[in-house]
């Protein structure tokens, strides 16, 4: 079943471009559905936009993939929460649980249960450890990530500007991976920008506007606030906006369209790299299809749907290169 | 000012810090206050003179507003002896409510006010029964309610959040009174309510009764007060304040999520800025003007701790240390002003 | 005990009196058989609530070391206090033990040890400065929450330590006595201990006695501020070991992994019929709230309930049960009052002073 399923995807690699779609489609449809499986999807809490968007794709992918979904989630971001939410999920005996973690480290044992117990884990978004899942769908390579964080204010700013940066809390997994990722940027390529700053908004919409305002306030030379989490984005282009300092200084880092809609069109945000978080959630629903069905190894590569073709590599699935928002395109996607 | 008829069995053991006795210890309290504030200002700003530019003293005091409004109703609640830890999700609750009825279909302002006024007062009043009514402690009744409204929170929004308000909510949140007046509109919502419930704790018979109540509520019952319905207006009051938060955090902030309110543990904030403000736990003392100068220095001590280039991680320790310094030193105040 | 008609005490105590003439164990034995119903219940209608014996034993494990923290939690309340430190000080105990483990390789076990040292002294410095300093427990708890929570983060840094021996994890996953959780175990002698110290020694009798009336315990010539000082140690202690069970658990350590304790503690603690003024309650009570609560919220998740639906029956029950309770033992006015008198009793002193 793997050898056929890759010889298929050698040839749809080979054909030519205009072949694949018409192969791409027939893959689909090739992906065994007959036996319906159970699939639970737990974000870090429920009631965040973002991850419902991934919900929302999650559901239609589920429907094809003849899928029983559940969207369930602690309704705090603890990693007890999901714990608690993952033994019940073990309990109730799901195929497969796909996760994006509040605490890489915490969650490990209960998945790791779960593993023991024939049920695949698929993580997504933010990573568990490597050895309690089975597969780790990452949003962006981090780098590239790093990049294009970094060149949505880089282009807008002087050379040698002071920056400042507004993250979630001290220990956020992939917040921190991103920081490393832009500073590692910027100091290649601008390596005279400087950042003055590093400040929390711990993903609190209020707590990270008046951080942003402190940091405005307590750095009056700082021209660009990156901020690599959704609140705290909002909370920085708020505070600009509030200080009057649009046009002054410009806010880049990633959050979903919906937030900050607003602060793109009026110019405060240039431009934000973030990724489809609706197909996000297709994706992850068709790597748990293939997982379920052992259709696919750790290093591998598999077609989902219209969706195209992805590469695991020693169990990572990049899902896409940093889709960039800006005032042109923004109004194409809504989550 | 109106005199509540005592009989002389029925004045309480502790006396009722409204009374005139009283009176020039609370406002050493908030003198003490002012003083720290001011040279805490003074302090940052000699090494860093944006500390004290009229913007930045103007945002410490707007991003003080809406812990001041939830800390005024908790203050009330004090008084009584009593305690309201569901002001969180009620402010979450309203701040998501309104939102997202005006983000969606557009709901004017003035139906977000008579959204927030009938929400806080109802789950208030709830609050109020529980404990006056069946006579469950403060501190159980509003755990237990604040899991319900917070839960109420996510059935009402199904995780949907709010990410902009029209421009009305916005002016109310961020405009000036008059273009030629610089002075926002929320700090005059701010200093309406304190007016108001400052006029009513200290001149009204009805102040002089959550006073009452909170000193000693058996002897409060025995002088003749309705002991019950005392209760019950304050949690409602306190309910409603803490939902006209909520509709300021929805229109300041431009956004609200589930977790608004209690994500930022709005309850445990409101009752240390009222501590803070010279209000006594064991009730019977309440000091309005005492808890909006506490939230007040409470946000410019964590705005000084950024100008002053103190790592994060350590803001939290220091409103801790701030809560502890404070409110000792004012225990300390109060003794030795009974002495 | 302090004699009971101890004249000079106003309308509350004499309520609290009146609370106290119910038979204790009323409560306990109510929570028993809701205990016994809730967990039958559960294990006829949800499917997959019970695996087989070792399964559902096992599920103890996810909410133990909430019953720890209820335990020492339940010293201090006795004494009229809280502690809303529990749960930083349980973060900050569990990562002060992993520093030490990964920074210095100190031996886990030592390392542990010193964990739950530290718990001791965050205990009591919440001690001194509720009785030296005189600052209400409340306000002292809250603002060393906020201190050691800072401590916790910046002793984490930004990838706190994770991945302890798997001898030392056992503590949180492993079983002794064949199915038999090593966390059950813990928590059954540790049960049984604060029930001999709380109930049975005059230790407990002082503590009881200073939450009933601290009054009448000074006038007993009790040195009440050293009671207080170890009703917060203890319960710094117990919260450090809830730390110390949880990083095994989860084999990692954060700083904020404490914070989901303090509500949900409070809860098992008034739930299980102590009241929160202090001087009243027992250590089974608190027991058996435990694993109602715990069994419960399990069994809400395995049933497909969401995290929020669980989190609000928990709510109405914890109103619920102590509204009974009240209306059982004739507090409150209105419907309270009016129950009581279609029982027949004697109605409750007039006023709603039972606050």
Known sequence: MTSSLSYRLRAALLAGPLMLAGLVSAHAADIDTGKRIKVAMV??????????????????????????????????????????????????????????????????????????????????????????????????????????????????????????ILSSTPDATIQNEW?????????????????????????????????????????????????????????????????????????????????????VKSGTIRETPLWDEVKEGELVMYVARLAANNAIGPNSTFTAGDLGTFTAKNKVIVFSKPLVFNKDNIDQYQF | MTTLPLPAAGVPEREMSAAAPRRSRREVREITLIVATALTIVTVGLFNHGFMSTQNLRFMLLNSVVLSLVALGQTLVIATRGIDLSVAPVMGLTAVVTGLLAQSSGLPLVGAVGIAIVLGLLLGTLNGLLVARLAIPPIITTLGTYSLYSGLVFVYSNGTQVDSVPRAYATLGNGFVAPFIPVPIAVVVLAVALLLVWFMLNHTRFGRAILAVGNNDAAAYNAGIGVTGVK???????????????????????????????????????????????????????????????????????????????PPIWYSAGEGLMILVTVTAGMRQNRGGAN | MADPSNPGRN???????????????????????????????????????????????????????????????????????????????????AIVMAELWSGLHVSIWLAAVVGLLAGGVLGAVNGLIITRLRTEPLIATLATSFIYASIATALAGPSPPAGFPDAFNLIGTGTLIGPIPLQLVLFSVLALLFTLLLQYSTFGRRIVMVGYSSEAARYSGLRIDRIVLSAY???????????????????????????????????????????????????????????????????????????????????????????????????????????????????ATTGSAAE
């Open chain 3, 11 to 93: 309308e509350v105590t004499a309520r609290r009196r009146n609370a106290a003439r119910l038979p204790l164990d009323g409560w306990e034995r109510s929570l028993l058989v809701l205990l016994v119903l809730l967990v039958a219940g559960l294990c006829l209608s949800v499917d997959g609530f019970y695996p087989g014996f070792a399964g559902f034993l096992a599920l103890t494990e996810n909410f133990l070391p909430f019953g720890l923290v209820a335990l020492g939690l339940t010293t201090v309340i006795l004494t009229g206090g809280i502690d809303l430190s529990v749960g930083a000080t349980a973060g900050l105990s």
């Open chain 1, 43 to 164: 974000p870090k809490l429920v009631g965040l936009s973002v991850f419902k968007a991934n919900q929302q794709g999650a559901e239609t992918a589920a429907k094809s993939l003849n899928i029983d979904f559940l969207y369930t989630g602690p309704v705090t971001a603890s990693a007890q929460g999901q714990v608690d939410v993952f033994n019940s999920l073990i309990a109730r005996r799901f195929n497969v649980i796909t996760t994006t973690s509040n605490n890489p480290t915490q969650l490990a044992p209960a998945l790791k249960r779960a593993r023991k117990q024939g049920i695949k884990v698929v993580s997504y978004d933010s990573d568990v450890a490597a050895d309690a899942r089975d597969f780790f769908i990452q949003n962006t390579d981090y780098a590239e990530f790093g990049k294009a964080l970094v060149e949505s204010v880089a282009k807008y700013i002087k050379p040698d500007a002071e920056i400042a």
């Open chain 3, 233 to 347: 140690v203890i319960s710094g202690v117990m919260s450090a070991f809830a730390g110390i069970v949880l990083a095994a658990y989860y084999s990692a350590v954060r700083p904020d992994m404490g914070d989901v304790l303090l509500l949900s503690t409070i809860t098992i603690v008034v739930l299980g019929g102590v009241s929160i003024f202090g001087g009243e309650g027992t250590i089974a009570g608190v027991v058996i709230a435990v694993l109602l609560l715990g069994f419960l919220r399990q069994g809400m998740l395995i049933a497909g309930y969401s995290d929020m639906v669980t989190t609000m029956l928990t709510g109405a029950i914890l109103l619920g049960a102590i509204a009974i309770k009240n209306i059982l033992s004739g507090r409150g006015t209105g419907l309270a009052a009016l129950l009581t008198r279609i029982r027949g009793r004697r109605p």
């Open chain 1, 179 to 263: 920081i490393n990722a832009l500073k590692t940027y910027l100091s290649a390529h601008y390596p005279n920008i400087k950042i003055v700053t590093t400040q929390y908004g711990q993903s609190s919409p209020s707590q990270s506007l008046t951080a942003g305002l402190n940091i405005l306030q307590a750095n009056p030379n700082v021209t660009a606030i990156i901020a690599p989490d959704g609140a705290a984005e909002v909370g920085a282009a708020a505070a600009v906006e509030k200080l009057g300092k649009s046009g002054k200084v410009v806010v880049g880092g990633c959050s979903d369209p919906n937030s900050i809609r607003q602060y």
């Open chain 2, 232 to 310: 019950v207006r304050v949690y409602a009051l306190s309910g409603l304040l803490a939902a006209i938060a909520g509709l300021m955090f929805v229109c300041y902030t431009g956004s609200a999520t589930v977790t608004t309110g209690t994500g930022d543990h709005v309850e445990l904030q409101s009752i240390a800025v009222a501590l803070i403000g010279g209000t006594a736990i064991a009730g019977g003392r309440g000091n309005v003007v005492g808890t909006v100068l506490g939230s007040l220095f409470l946000s410019v001590i964590l705005t000084a701790l950024v100008f002053i280039h103190v």
